[in-house]
């Protein structure tokens, strides 16, 4: 079944179950927080966010620069600041693939199914394999992670979980990322993330390449 969702397209990738603070200061995206404010069932103030591809963009190249899968964003807080504008709290809800956009108001809206979390079978040495290299990954960064101190243990035991925590946690170019959220089950998920960790790690360990950015800080992403 199709819904319409409004569309926010970000130079991120959001992924269900990761909460994403938001700056919101264009007139068009202020008016759609107004319009999810009035809404009184608080589940249902969902709009969708769309990774716009790497070296693209939306004004010049429309919806061509974005992805086809995104994530539904439900509107958790919303504080009004200097007037119209406001600083915004949502959490990753669930995944989306794109049908058709409409582009004839300010504000994009898509037609949208939204995808299944189909239930897989995971193998454990993978599980284990997965496991053992983000705990690595975690550790390397040291300080630079919330919890330095976290081990195998203090990781989630559902597969999707942990395949969407793991998606979040990496710092990674967009595409890969996507990939990750476009995958098409946890087993799958977790498969290119155990690949990718191994690379990350490889590059800290024999370059000392640190990642730059890490991503369980909470940052404003600017719309």
Known sequence: M??????FPLNTVLVPGLVMPLHIFEPRYCELVETLLANPD????????????????????GVDALYEIGTGAVLR????????????????????????VDTSAPLATASVEFLDEPT???NNELLQQVVRRFTTYRSVLGGRFADDNATAADLPDDP????????????L???????????????QRLTLASQLLARE??????????????LLTSIHYPN
């Open 201 to 214: 790690n490889a590059l800290i360990s024999v370059l000392s390449a640190i990642p730059a950015l890490d």
């Open 2 to 7: 199709l819904t319409t969702l409004p569309l």
């Open 77 to 100: 807080t919303a504080d009004r600041c200097d007037g119209n504008l406001f600083d915004i709290v949502t959490i990753g809800s669930r995944r989306f693939l794109i049908h058709a």
């Open 160 to 171: 999707t979980v942990l395949s969407y925590l793991i998606t979040a946690s990496m710092v």
């Open 173 to 187: 170019p967009t595409a890969e990322r996507q990939s990750l959220l476009g995958a098409l089950d946890a087993n």
């Open 42 to 61: 608080t589940e249902a103030r969902e709009f969708g966010v769309i990774a716009v591809r790497d070296g693209r963009s939306v004004d010049r190249e």
């Open 120 to 122: 897989s079978q995971i």
